[in-house]
């Protein structure tokens, strides 16, 4: 049997947070990827993805070195 899962892509600019909600989501069967804030578009839009989280503390969105997508 051969079951899809559906994909969600976490994007981490430095939350602490960011493994808790891929637990969550892992938890409801969804397959779950972590991925730095530095990662190349290419690299991310090869991944099949349903939907996106941006994780991040108010401090992150305005660091400027971690924001380089």
């Given at each position: 049997?051969?079951?899809q899962h559906e994909k969600v892509l976490i994007?981490?600019?430095g939350s602490q947070y960011s493994r808790l909600i891929a637990r969550r989501f892992r938890e409801l069967?969804?397959?779950?990827?972590i991925v730095s804030s530095t990662s190349k578009l290419n690299e991310?839009?090869?991944i099949d993805i349903k939907g996106v989280v941006l994780?991040?503390?108010p401090s992150s969105i305005y660091d400027t070195k971690r924001a380089r997508i």
């Open positions: 049997m051969n079951m994007l981490d600019f069967n969804t397959y779950c990827e991310i839009s090869s994780s991040g503390g």
